[in-house]
């Protein structure tokens, strides 16, 4: 089983991706993000993100019911139909879901961020939280009928309410859930970069006991997607590579050695 | 198997429409619409309805990829997420689909339309056709694992690609596929008015026969409406039930009586 996760970047080339998937002889399920197009979206609509600040000084985003909307039109809505049509044209027969379809993924809601208000301690829950459990039968079912899921954010809490969440967390869950041996990640880059500001320093090769040490090595936005990189290689014998999203063949090129191969 | 067909007019109260559908014992689907959620959307997002003179002299709506875009966003994203999201919340296992997820509804692509451009004819075809085939297989495969399929635009064409299609050619051709014999139509009205312009004027009973004669006693929207409605009964039994979408108890007061029944 593989994993095609598609980053929500602006230059990420959708149809190129797709055209290459043809040629993946594995069973595969994608995971995508539409990040650059829920920006656009919002900022079309005049929805500005709302960011608190928590009582012991931390910033973090707020995801009210608005922030969903919109979540569900980008995401689920645009994006995710426009992958399966697209996936439809080179005959690869999709299906896209979220996470709130047929419970595909079930989540715990954040507990909430304390906050300072005329000077009292409040608590202020937001729609997100994190993955749990999948279900995984509502998968098999598709997958042995000879469908390809396409699965995208909102997920559902304990509650049955629309929640968002980390792709990286997604894909970690189903990884380990569907036992999948092969992660494609299309990003905008040529692969794991040895420095930020040189394309030409791709790493080739990061083995699994690497990923941690390399943590440190990056900030911000990529350490997360480091930390997110590690619990990949938690269990079980994965292989994850790193593909530039935004070129031809994306996928044959990193299974021929182009990119990053983490393994 | 019963169709629930829920209107996209912003009266309609869907947490109420879904609070009821817990009480039908049969099996369901659900086929919605958003259309004034999409005008909103599309509205604020200021995309401007592109309207064809045809050289014949009619004018038609002309549904370009950008309004593909903002269907994909309205109906297939923020409205049918957050419909399944309630089905979740009262207890039914609902699953999300368009037409192109899993090919589920095909359709034809409309020829195109006649204009005259600089004294030339010219033939412009946008992204609109009619609904042919339902995916029944899937449907099946679904609603026997305990799942709720929650239907709506786009459908797929020849050469599938996503394109618009009336809601109620969906629901006939759904009908036919399913052999369903009751369907639920939740409107912005109390039931089938003898006088569009008075809410006591409600008719109870319509006979199969009366439906194309009531044809000539309605114009625009409506009349469109009463030939979908002839459809409905050219083969098999149903009974079709038009109910109040806006009121408590929609479906229930329905089958009690409330409202239009067509049988």
Redesign the interface.
Known sequence: MTIIKIGGGEQINLEAIIEDLVNLEDEFIIVHGANALRDE?AN???YEKKVLLSASGYSSVYSDSEAL?IM???????R???I??MC??VGI??????G????LIEGQRNKGIKIKEDGKLKIVRDFSGKPKTINI??LQ?LIS?G?VPVITV?I?DE????ISSENDDIVALLKESLDADRIFQLIEAPGFLDDVNNPNSVVKVISKEEVKQRETQVDGRMKRKMKALTKLFESGKTSVYICDGRKNNPITNAINGEGTIIQ
Do not use: C, W
């Open positions: 979206i079309k609509l005049h909307d569900m039109m980008s995401y689920a809505g645009l995710n139909k426009r399966v049509e439809q044209q027969n999709a299906i896209g879901l979220t709130v379809d047929g419970k039968a509502l079912l009928n469908y909102p559902i509650n049955n309410f629309a």
